[in-house]
């Protein structure tokens, strides 16, 4: 028997390498496809070409009217996860600088979150500065709180 040891290079110079096998592998068609149809990075996109299906920032479908990052406010849907289920929220966004700013509203189940929704999307149609309408979300979250 003649196995070869730690120190022993006849043995591996000797035998030839072997031969790999080529088998067809799907996933490599799969990454071809991908790259064929890749996007640009910040370009806007159909939800149903999105790669990730499971998101849980902004879930709105109609960005391709108004992407969010080219507005200074917008009003966004969020989940969080407790206990594996997922709870949606709305809340109200503005940039100022390089920093989004975020207030909540509620859930989307309430109606007075519903409400604050209309009232907010109102605001920023009529042109009202993202400060002007933190004051309202803010005046209708204490005129809330001293109703109860």
Same mark, same amino acid.
């Given at each position: ?6 120190? /022993?290079? +006849? ?13 067809? *592998?799907?996933?490599? *068609?799969?990454?071809?496809? !991908? ?17 990730? $299906?499971? !998101?849980?920032? @902004?879930? !709105?479908?109609?960005?391709? $009217?108004?992407?969010?990052?080219? /507005? ?13 289920? $997922? ?8 940039? @100022? ?10 859930? !989307? ?15 920023? %149609? /009529?042109?009202?500065?993202?400060? +002007?309408? +933190? $004051?309202?979300?803010? @005046?209708?979250? *204490?005129?809330?709180? %001293? @109703?109860?």
């Amino acid at each position: 028997m003649n196995q070869p040891t730690l120190f /022993d290079l +006849e043995a591996f110079t000797k035998t030839s390498p072997p031969t790999p096998v080529y088998a067809y *592998d799907p996933f490599w *068609d799969e990454l071809e496809t !991908v790259a064929q149809n890749s996007h640009n990075v910040g370009e806007q996109i159909l939800e149903s070409e999105s790669p990730c $299906k499971n !998101v849980g920032e @902004q879930v !709105v479908t109609d960005t391709l $009217k108004s992407a969010p990052q080219h /507005d200074t406010h917008w009003i966004e849907e969020y989940w969080v996860e407790r206990c594996s289920h $997922k709870y949606w929220y709305y809340r109200y966004c503005w940039m @100022q600088g390089r920093k989004i700013h975020r207030r909540y509203l509620g859930s !989307v189940n309430s109606v007075i979150a519903k409400n604050k929704k209309a009232d907010v999307e109102i605001a920023i %149609s /009529d042109g009202h500065s993202p400060q +002007e309408i +933190e $004051k309202l979300i803010r @005046q209708q979250r *204490d005129h809330s709180r %001293s @109703q109860s």
